[in-house]
Each structure stands twice: as C-alpha cells, then as structure tokens.
C-alpha cells in the first residue's frame, strides 16, 4: 500500500460527459502529479500541483483541469469526454517540490472507459 | 531534449534465467534514473533509483541497475528470474531542479515455468 488513494477505481460514462477523479496523497506529501496511461500512448504526465499551487504541465488536454485543495487532496476534472480518454488515470505523491530527488508514490490509478 | 528509450516492448525469460531489461537515456544534465514496476491492476512501485552516488544500485526483489554515462544506460538485471517477476517495467528520468519525471514505454516481462 503506496499510501496514495485514488476514487473511484472503475468509471464508465458516456462520451460528451464530465468525470471527476479524486486522489488523497500520502500524509505528509505536497505535491500531487496526475499521469494517463494508454495503450497506444504508454505513460503520459499530465500535471502537477505543489502545496495547492500549479507547478508543471505536460500534455493535458484544454478539456482536462486539476486542482489540489487545502487539504491536499488533488481532483482531475475531464470534460466533453471523448472514446480516446478511455484510460488509466494515475496520481502519484512525493514530499518534495520536484519528482526528481526522490521516489514517485502511485495509487493504483482510476479507469475509466468512454463508451 | 531528455527522453528516455527501452528497447523491447515485450521480453520472455525462462524461470531460473537472467533477466535484462535495457533502458537508454538522453540528457542534457546529470540525470536521475528509476525504474518502476507495475504488477497487474496496480500501480507503479519503485524498484531502485540512481541519484549519482554508486553507479551500481541495488533494488528489492533481488534487481540491480547499473548507470553507464558512457552509454547513457541504465540497464536492469536480476540473476534469476521468478514468475512472481511478471510484470511492466518502466524505465523513468529526471534531473536536478526539474519537475517532470520522464518515463519510457515500458517493457512487459513474461517469465516461463
């Protein structure tokens, strides 16, 4: 157990439709980074957020927002959803402000299915 | 640009056989290195980690990695392979003040009774 949770673990929706994924980081841990895994396009990194404030992009789509609350918490919204978002959704947790100088801790990701 | 390259998306060992799993990097810095394992229906875990202390990092479950600047390899061994090894296995990089960790495409490994 990576301490990192990740709700809900299964999601099919329709395409068009708004999902909500929520990950609580491991106690202690400030910066929460959200990853997509895909078959065709393997792990992609999405963004990063550090003591609730945005930190770093990568491929995130304009339909996609994240945020990281007070608590820590961090929530990925994915709107207008498309069958390609079908996917994995992975948040991971380290203390630290950059993943760089120490251990990524995943939670077992969030899968969702368009349809 | 950093990337990171493994070669093989698909490898297959005999149980008991030696396990090489190649993972090649471009840097313009110093890298970090990790490689991540992914057991089915679960996330990644980290299985060892180079921040430029010994080039020869041991991991947990018996692998071992060994960074070659030379090379720019970071290469992942385990003597003996046990079914319990099949998995995904992603190479990743980072490097000092950066905060994106780059990983590769991973390579599934397939371990035979």
């Known amino acids: 157990d990576s301490g990192v949770t990740q709700t809900p673990k299964h999601l099919i929706t329709a395409t068009g439709q708004r999902v909500t994924l929520r990950c609580s980081p491991r106690?202690?841990?400030?910066?929460v980074y959200w990853y997509q895994q895909s078959l065709d396009q393997g792990l992609q990194f999405l963004i990063q957020y550090y003591n609730g404030e945005e930190r770093a992009k990568g491929n995130i789509l304009e339909r996609f927002s994240a945020q990281q609350f007070p608590d820590l918490h961090s929530e990925l919204n994915l709107s207008s959803l498309e069958l390609g978002d079908s996917a994995l959704y992975f948040c991971?947790?380290?203390?630290?402000?950059?993943?760089?100088?120490?251990?990524?801790?995943f939670g077992e990701g969030s899968r969702l299915t368009v349809l | 640009a950093q990337s990171v390259t493994q070669l093989g998306s698909h490898v297959s060992v005999s149980e008991g056989a030696l396990v090489l799993l190649r993972c090649n990097y471009s840097s313009s810095v110093p890298p970090y290195l990790f490689w991540y394992v992914q057991y089915p229906n679960q996330g990644l875990q980290l299985l060892l980690k180079?921040?430029?202390?010994?080039?020869l990092v041991k991991g947990i479950n018996g692998f071992e990695a060994e960074f070659k600047k030379s090379e720019t390899s970071f290469h992942l061994t385990k003597p003996s392979a046990h079914m319990s090894d099949a998995a995904e296995y992603f190479c990743?990089?980072?490097?000092?003040?950066?905060?994106?960790?780059?990983f590769g495409a991973g390579t599934r490994l397939f371990v035979k009774a």
């Open positions: 180079y921040t430029s202390a010994a080039t």
């Open positions: 106690s202690g841990d400030l910066s």
């Open positions: 991971a947790s380290t203390t630290t402000g950059t993943a760089n100088t120490g251990e990524l801790f």
């Open positions: 990743a990089l980072g490097h000092t003040g950066g905060f994106k960790t780059i």
